[in-house]
């Protein structure tokens, strides 16, 4: 799976090109690994294959998709190819070094006639100029990749790679979260992140390179259900902030009770994408364990949407069992979000990768690099679900026989071998190695933020996509605090289709991996099958191609061990086919309950008003019956109660109270008249 | 003739049946169903005529009104709420209009903005309602309409005790009350040998002048155009307590005609009176379209029929009750001719050519229709 991109492989023509406009300033440094840039370029395997391959048709579409809002699929794929352009702009934009440097550049690429470049460059010329580019480099020019392009967003992004690390941290080594974010503004556009667990800490010898270097990281190498993937994270919030700034990431950290904190400043050198340490002591915390990082950068602070606040709130929604504190800046009141559970989730199991949907180049490399001595245990030991039995099935289908060294496949029959798995039936990844919140937690969490009149939950069984396992969840909150003022007249909220027609678009929560996304919502899945979903059907108006309408909060959470999604900064999820289908089952299943209510609803509604017609004439009837008859009135009146109730679905409370009034002051007004 | 009236009903009948309404309705409640009324349906399609007795009646088919019914809940409570006032009006032996009816149980609905009813209209067809529903004409119920008509005659009644003797009223004659049952109207001493009922205040005035009735053994009536109840209910009641043969007296055209034939049949939107309203032996004296050949009068008292005219005696022609030959040739003739005829045309005969020659010789040669 270790498809790796050199520089100097691919097409020299089109590469040189590329090169020309791109050549970094710093020399390449020793030392820095070539496989950690091809996995950040990449983010992830499927991607690192498609740019090697494709590299060629690639870079000529580059040019139109680097600005944001570039097409999902994509921007995971021509990382490497888009990068000459997007870093142009990133250089123009920031004005550092780099930037200019670049900026100097020749015109580009579509106003010179190619002919003519070819023979200007000669494969000799080219070699000499090309060399390693850093990962952080790349990503310093292409901070936007990873969330990083508005002060807005960055000031969120850091938040979020800060919380997100905490979260992991703590529920990896079994211990409820407790996380405090601060922000402290200290100057224009300018704040302080404070993000502080209760985690295990990080020992001492490796904050530098976890905070000073990217793709660094305990994740990538497994797949397990996390927040973090990448190893990027943090480490690129920190260098967003060294680079607006120029102030060092701080951290503090502590292993145990009884063991020394250990206080660091690390900037990143990142021509070399290496920590370089300012500050290192220890000092005294009053924690037995956790980490504390502070950033400096360069933000802004607004509420409402995407704001930090709504963040964290929705971060609690997705983590019942953690506990969120939270300070905002300009003096705002402090936060608290209380734990909604007081267990932590299963923890996720580590699996190997499944058979179905690894790519032939993965299967390739896992061939060649094997301990396994045999084709059949090769197969068994690298993949999950793979039996003996099945083994054999998938090797004798593809035509080989079992007790083959896997290092002497010739590609051929390597590529006989991909295509054999698909035919062979393999049980499906075991579903403990992804953990949903669960329907019971997800209610709690929405219960908990959002104060609705009707709250249902959905948890899909476990899917498989490209041989990764998946689950779905879904919960919507309906109505309530979420209708939002009292009418004009101070009568209650209106209810119904066209009332909830009046609230516009729902509110959409995506969730992935328990982590709320923010960002490109319309390039993300679980966009697209709540739009795709027919809401009508279950009672919400809803335009043709948009989201329906009405006072609701819908969430869609997506847990696997690897969550695709369409670019580094973690946004969107991919438009996998299975991934959309168990959405739009959960969505439906999530729907057909808020039918449900909002019919029994509409029926009470119908069933009250007719009570209130009922009530208002009993009143009346009693009196016509009492002089008719000379019945006891007041048992006469009961009895009316008591039918009325059964013959609108309705408790006799809520017809006796009103015809009783009716009643008194017709009486009063008799004898007044008297 | 003296006529002990004979009294149909008990006194305190119509007290019993709205009692006995409301004591169904708690029946009904006790029982925990959902309560309801059933009311004959007033309705075109439930209109038949009974050839046998000649009259039009109500048929089998009733509405359901019930309690809990979104739709048919108010109507239900307006319902028992004009049975309560008419048992109130009962209790204390008082009369009223239904105007007055309608503004006695008008009220708010306490604790809300609407009415017991809004306005008259809602109210009336109620009434309608509670006398199909308990079989008691609304006069029964000690409601009336205003007075209309008029009558003189050979005959002596009590009326709220007070004895008339109807040969001693002057040029006006005996304003005829809309309410005329038993308890109010009792015949005393008859002398006379027939009624007549003629449409126009004008015509009748004429034949009192004249003292046709005296000099006929006469009872003469008038209801003012559209007979009224009143009228209608006590031409009934003559008619059988006192055994009177009754003539009618209306214009030649096709209203005339209508006239005539509510007093014989009943109307068609108050089929529930017929049983107590209707004389199917009332005989048509005229004016028939035949009337002026034979009594030879000038053809400039002809009024052209205009298309009303036309529409309505083509449906009469389809009534039952004008199937027989005589009818259809008599309204042939008129549609033939394409003219009407008032009773008034007579007058250019002479002044009181009506009384002296007209009537006596009509009844006299037996010239009616039945
Ligand atoms: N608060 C923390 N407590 C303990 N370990 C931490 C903490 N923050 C980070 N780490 C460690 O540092 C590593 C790097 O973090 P980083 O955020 O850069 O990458 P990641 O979380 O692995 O992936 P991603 O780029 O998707 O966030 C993590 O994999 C984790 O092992
Ligand atoms: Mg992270």
Redesign the interface.
């Known amino acids: 799976m270790d498809v790796r991109i050199r520089r100097s492989t691919g097409s020299p023509v089109v590469l040189g090109e590329t090169d020309a406009e791109m050549e970094p300033v710093e020399a390449p440094v020793a030392g820095v690994p070539m496989q950690a840039a091809g996995r950040g370029a990449g983010g992830r395997r499927k991607s690192t294959r498609a740019v090697s391959k494709k590299r060629g048709e690639k870079k000529t579409r580059a040019k139109p998709a680097r600005k944001r809002g570039t097409k999902p699929r994509r921007a995971g794929k021509v990382t490497t190819a888009k990068r000459a352009p997007a870093a142009r702009t990133a250089g123009a934009g920031n004005g550092s070094g780099q930037g200019k440097a670049n900026g100097a550049e020749p015109a580009p690429a579509t106003k010179r006639a190619p002919a003519k470049t070819r023979r200007r460059m000669s494969a000799e010329s080219m070699a000499g100029r090309q060399r390693e580019i850093s990962v952080s480099e790349f990503f310093t020019k292409n901070r936007h990749l990873l969330g990083f392009d508005s002060p807005a967003r960055a000031l969120l992004t850091a938040v979020k790679e800060g919380v997100d690390n905490s979260l992991d941290a703590a529920e990896e080594a079994g211990i409820l979260p407790s996380v405090r974010v601060e922000l402290v503004e200290i100057g224009d556009d300018r704040y302080r992140v404070v993000v502080e667990d209760n985690g295990p800490g990080i020992v001492k010898s490796q904050v530098p390179k976890v905070f000073g270097k990217l793709l660094y990281g305990s994740k990538f190498h497994r797949l397990r259900q996390s927040r973090g993937q990448q190893g990027i994270g943090i480490s690129a919030a920190g260098m967003y902030g060294q680079l607006t700034t120029g102030k060092p990431v701080v951290i503090t950290s502590k292993t145990g009770k009884g063991r020394s904190a250990h206080h660091f400043e690390i900037v990143i050198d990142t021509s070399r994408n290496t920590p370089e340490i300012i500050e290192d002591h220890t000092v005294k915390w009053e924690r037995d364990h956790g980490t504390r990082i502070e950033i400096e950068l360069e933000g802004t602070y607004k509420g409402g949407r995407r704001s930090v606040d709504e963040y964290l709130e929705q971060v609690a929604i997705a983590n019942p069992h953690a506990e969120i504190l939270y300070q905002p800046p300009k003096g705002r009141a402090p936060v608290h979000l209380p734990r909604a559970a007081e267990e932590l989730p299963p923890e996720p199991t580590e699996i190997k990768p499944h058979p179905y949907g690894v790519e032939l180049g993965a299967l390739q490399s896992l061939l060649k690099e094997t301990k396994a001595r045999t084709l059949s245990s090769a197969l068994q030991q690298e993949f999950s679900r793979v039996s003996a039995k099945v083994a054999e099935r998938i090797v004798r289908t593809a035509g080989l026989e079992p007790r083959r060294r896997p290092r002497d496949l010739k590609p051929a029959e390597v590529e006989s071998l991909h295509r054999a798995i698909p035919r062979v039936k393999i049980y499906a990844p075991p579903p403990s190695c992804v953990v949903p919140i669960g329907e019971h937690l997800v209610r709690c969490g929405l219960e908990r933020e959002i104060q609705a009149e009707f709250y249902a939950c959905t948890t899909r069984p476990p899917s498989v996509y490209r041989g990764n396992p998946f689950q779905v969840e879904a919960g919507l909150a309906y109505g309530g605090a979420l209708r939002g003022f009292v009418e004009e007249d101070g009568s209650p909220h209106s209810t119904g289709r066209d009332a909830d027609a009046q609230q516009g678009p729902i509110t959409l929560l995506r969730m992935a991996n328990r982590v709320p996304l923010q960002y490109q919502q319309s390039a993300c899945a679980t966009f697209n099958a709540t739009v795709d979903t027919n809401w009508r059907q279950y009672g919400l108006p809803q335009p043709k191609g948009a989201l329906p309408q009405g006072p609701m909060v819908l969430l869609v959470h997506v847990a696997s061990v690897w969550v695709p999604f369409t670019s580094e900064s973690k946004e969107a999820i991919a438009h996998y086919p299975e991934i959309l289908k168990e959405i739009r089952l959960a969505l439906k299943e999530c729907g057909r309950k808020l039918g449900g209510y909002l019919r029994r609803r509409e029926h009470q509604k119908r069933e009250e008003r007719r009570r209130g017609i009922f009530a208002m004439y009993i009143g009346e009837l009693v009196e016509s019956l009492g002089n008719l008859t000379r019945v006891d009135r007041s048992k006469l009146q009961k009895e009316l109660s008591r039918l009325a109730a059964r013959h609108t679905d309705g408790d006799a409370e809520a017809i006796v109270a009103p015809t009783r009034r009716v009643r008194g002051r017709r009486k009063a007004a008799k004898e007044e008249a008297r | 003739m003296s006529a002990r009236p004979r009294k149909r009903r008990k006194k305190g009948d119509v007290a019993s049946k ?2 006995e ?3 169904g ?2 029946r009904q ?2 029982a ?1 169903s ?2 309801a009324v059933q009311i004959p349906a007033r309705t075109l399609a439930n209109v038949k005529y009974d050839r046998k007795r000649s009259i039009i009646e109500l048929g089998d088919q009733t509405q359901t009104r019930a ?2 019914n ?1 739709g048919q ?2 109507k ?2 307006q319902t ?2 004009v ?2 006032a008419c ?2 009006l009962l209790d204390a032996a008082k009369t009223t209009s239904i105007r007055d009816l309608y503004y006695i149980t008008k ?1 708010t ?4 903005k ?1 009415n ?1 009813f809004e306005e008259q209209e809602e109210s009336d067809p109620i009434i309608e309602d509670l006398e199909v529903t308990i079989d008691s004409l609304r006069e029964e119920m000690n409601l009336f309409a205003s007075n209309r008509g008029a009558m003189v005659g050979d005959l002596t009644l009590v009326d709220a005790g007070d004895t008339i003797d109807l040969r001693r009223l002057g040029s006006g004659g005996w304003s005829v009350p809309s309410i005329v049952e038993e308890n109010v109207i009792q015949f005393k001493r008859c002398n006379a040998k027939m009624i007549l009922l003629v449409e126009k205040d004008a015509v009748w005035r004429r034949l009192n002048e004249d003292k046709f009735w005296k000099k006929h053994k006469a009872i003469l009536i008038h209801g003012n155009g559209m007979a009224p109840r009143g009228v209608r209910r006590l031409c009934h009641r003559m008619v059988k307590e006192l055994k009177l043969p009754l003539y009618v007296l209306v214009d030649n055209d096709p209203w005339g005609f209508y006239i005539y034939s509510v007093v014989k049949q009943g109307s068609i939107n108050l089929a529930y009176e017929s049983v107590r309203m209707a004389v199917p032996e009332a005989r048509f004296v005229g004016l028939s379209s035949f009337d002026p050949k034979r009594f030879d009068l000038s053809s400039n008292v002809f009024i052209r029929l205009d298309e009303t005219d036309q529409k309505r005696a083509k449906q009469m022609l389809a009534y039952p009750w004008f199937e027989r030959k005589a009818w259809q040739r008599e309204m042939h003739k008129m549609l033939k001719e394409g003219v009407k005829l008032e009773i008034e045309a007579l007058s250019s005969k002479g002044i009181s050519f009506i009384s002296e020659e007209y009537l006596p010789r009509k009844i006299r040669e037996r010239q009616y229709l039945v």
């Open positions: 709205l009692r309404l409301g004591e309705a708690v409640i006790r925990g959902n309560p309690l809990f979104v809940a108010r239900y409570m028992f709420l049975a309560s048992k109130d009220h609905i306490g604790g809300t609407q017991t």
